[in-house]
Each structure stands twice: as C-alpha cells, then as structure tokens.
C-alpha cells in the first residue's frame, strides 16, 4: 500500500491542487512566531516561539485574540491587532524565503497540467508581502484566497470551497497540501483529500485527522502525477 491509497476521493478525477501558504509555500512561520513572542512580551505573557507555534500554528490573528484574553484575563489593547500585523508585514517583506522545494513544487504541478491555488488564514497583505518578496506575485496572481474573502477561515471549510468554486471544480477533485492542524480539519469538512507537509515528524498528528503525511516539497509533483495516474 502507497501513501496515495490511503486517500478518500482518488476514485474522482484530480482537477486541482489547493496549497497553504505559511509553512508550505513560505517559511514564514519563524519570522511569525518571533513578531508574535515580542509582542505578547509586551503584554505580560512570556512564550518562547515554540510555545507560541504549539498553541497558534494556523489560526488567524482574530482567533488568537481569545486565547490571549483569556490568558491575560484582560481585553487585548484596541489597536493591538492591527499592530501586530504590520510588524508582521515589515518582517515579512525584509525576510520571508520560501520553503525547500515549494517554488519547484509549483513549477511541477503546472508542468503537469493541473490547476493549483493559494488558500491561507494570512490577510491579502501578509501574503502579498510574502509574495513580492520571492518574486513570485505574478505567478500566484488570480490564484490566492484569503480568510478575509470568506465568512469563516480555517478550520472551517470556506476557504477550500471558495477556492474550487473559483477553479469550477467539486471538492472531491481538489488535493490540499496543508501542514497545520487547521488547515487539515478545514480539507476533511470540506471533502478533500489532504497531502499533510511533515518536514520534521512522522506527521502522525496531520494523519490522525485524515491527512497523508509527506516530508518534502520536492515530492509534490510526483504525489499529484501519482494521483492522477490512479484516476486516469
């Protein structure tokens, strides 16, 4: 048995490849946590950032608001927030690299003729930070969904749906490539099938919510030719 049997809809024909962005196309995810770690130091609450990615990897800046109320036992400053996202934006725009083979995996994907798009909880800013910065922003053009283009980010549905509405295709025919817990609750409620990016672990974690784990973008373009092969 391959990892690709274990997925739900490979009996469907692939049509699209739906990619996260922080940790699977971007290594944002450090440059986050630090913006993050500083700025709950500022309000009284000391993480270190693998704290800080344990409790908020995948969550949008709104979810985290709660959390961090409910730890601090106080309202967060009003502009606190929009603070905190532009300190984001400006590390993002001097730092932001991509992750090891997420430009090839791309490139792949596209070489195989098949349909790919960005599906991220970042706002139309961070990513377009992101973006500029690896000289990529003409090639994701038209393809990048935001949480704040739906009611509902991730773990809820709506941005994997919004993204294969854009594309005319029905969720069984889409893949995801996720590496949060959200991103993965959000493909299973969609109907997806879920590739879970697992650099570092055995991506138990990503499995045990109904994702394949794999451990290196570079693998991208031959999982989806797999899959389609076995659709074909």
């Known amino acids: 048995m391959t990892p690709l049997d274990l997925m739900r809809n490979r009996g469907a024909l692939l049509r699209l490849v739906i990619f996260d962005c922080d940790g699977v196309i971007v290594d944002s995810e450090p440059l986050a946590n630090r913006v993050v770690v500083a700025e709950l130091g500022a309000l009284g609450w000391t993480m270190t950032s693998a704290e800080t990615e344990r409790l908020f990897l995948g969550m949008t800046f709104s979810d985290m608001v709660p ?3 409910r730890r601090l036992g106080r309202p967060v ?8 996202k532009t300190r984001l934006i400006e590390v993002l725009t001097q730092e932001a690299k991509p992750i090891a083979g997420a430009l090839e995996a791309l490139k792949g994907v596209s070489a195989l003729g ?7 909880n970042s706002s139309p800013e961070e990513m377009r930070a992101k973006f500029d910065r690896l000289g990529i922003a003409s090639v994701v053009a038209g393809r990048v969904h935001s949480h704040h283009d739906v009611a509902r980010g991730k773990p809820a549905p709506d941005l994997f749906l919004a993204a294969a509405a854009a594309e005319g295709v029905a969720p069984a025919e889409c893949v995801v490539i996720e590496d949060s817990l959200p991103g993965v609750r959000a493909a299973a409620a969609a109907g997806m099938d879920c590739l879970g990016y697992a650099p570092h672990s055995d991506g138990a974690a990503l499995r045990a919510l109904g994702a394949v784990p ?16 076995e659709t074909a």
């Open 77 to 84: 400053p009003p502009a606190w927030h929009e603070a905190l």
């Open 214 to 229: 794999f451990q290196s973008m570079f693998d991208v373009p031959a999982l989806v030719a797999a899959a389609r092969r």
């Open 67 to 69: 959390v961090i109320e």
């Open 114 to 120: 098949v349909p790919w798009r960005v599906a991220s």
